[in-house]
């Protein structure tokens, strides 16, 4: 049963495909995405790339490890984060892009923005996706991306990184996310974006058990027919309830994206690439 389950998996995901500056990216094979961040205030401190010298040679090592893409984030969307100004975002994404693009010409750039006015600049520097936390809350952002024709990471979230831990009064999170992704996409599809990825958004706008809830329903994202995308490394959701800190949370985040692709990642954004791939690796041989 388990055996065809994972068949069932690798078929499902072979079918899909997004358009990336007119190169089809197929997910036959599950991708690695690898997370950048440029933030000072990032909940994993190792993980923080405080000039454009470090942030390029961590690109590089997590290209060298097997990341297939990277993503790079410029405003920090742990719970409670403060929110900076478009100007200090940008202030600290565009060089390090622009360093990534001439130095990395081929690979896949992911920007985790929930601005539209920083989407369309970094697309326009040479960005290939944009990582959307928000779900959509700058009410531009939509309109954005039809605009540009990229592909688009919709992640459920409500509220602001600043206040989505205050909504997670949910009856019932899987169908509620669900549905409230659903509605979302109809928006995305009624304008003309048919590029999407669908992120369930675990550590946003819920409660330690109901990312649990919600991962254990992971599989039935499928319904949506879109890649899945799973972000879950070293969040709260592992070293709070193992009662550790970020910095020890690997095992419980290789665990984590092994199941997640078991219910049908397509992609895993992780810090640690070199673990991811092994797990992957691994995975496949089933």
């Known amino acids: 049963m388990q055996i065809f389950k994972f068949t069932f998996v690798k078929k499902n995901n072979k079918m899909k495909t997004i358009n990336c500056r007119g190169k089809l990216i197929n997910f036959d094979i599950p991708k690695i995405m690898a997370i950048v961040n440029l933030t000072p205030d990032s909940f994993y401190a190792d993980s923080r790339c405080e000039n454009v010298e470090i942030a390029v040679n961590q690109i590089d090592k997590a290209l060298q490890n097997g990341a297939d893409m990277i993503d790079l984030g410029a405003c920090s969307s742990r719970p409670g984060a403060d929110e900076i100004s478009a100007g200090e975002e940008w202030q600290r994404l565009e060089p390090v892009l622009a360093a990534a693009r001439r130095q990395f010409p081929e690979v896949i750039i992911s920007i985790d923005t929930y601005r539209s006015k920083i989407a369309e ?18 009410a531009q952002m939509f309109s954005t991306i039809a605009r540009m024709q990229v592909p688009y990471v919709l992640t459920h979230m409500r509220g602001t990184p600043a206040t989505m831990q205050q909504f997670t009064d949910y009856k019932n999170v899987t169908s509620e996310v669900m549905t409230e992704l659903s509605q ?103």
């Open 121 to 138: 600049m970094a697309v326009a520097a040479g960005a290939d996706i944009i990582n959307d936390i928000s779900c959509g809350y700058d």
């Open 184 to 286: 979302k996409l109809r928006q995305l599809t009624n304008l003309g974006v048919h590029d999407v990825i669908i992120d369930p958004g675990f550590g946003f706008s819920k409660t330690l058990e109901q990312n649990y809830e919600l991962f254990a329903h992971l599989s039935e994202f499928k319904i949506f027919d879109k890649p899945i995308l799973v972000g879950i490394s070293r969040k709260s959701m592992i070293h709070k309830l193992l009662d550790i800190a970020p910095d020890k949370a690997l095992n419980g985040t290789t665990v984590l994206n092994t199941l997640a692709l078991q219910a049908g990642a397509a992609i895993l954004r992780v810090h640690d690439v070199a673990e991811a791939v092994e797990v992957r690796r691994i995975w496949g041989e089933i």
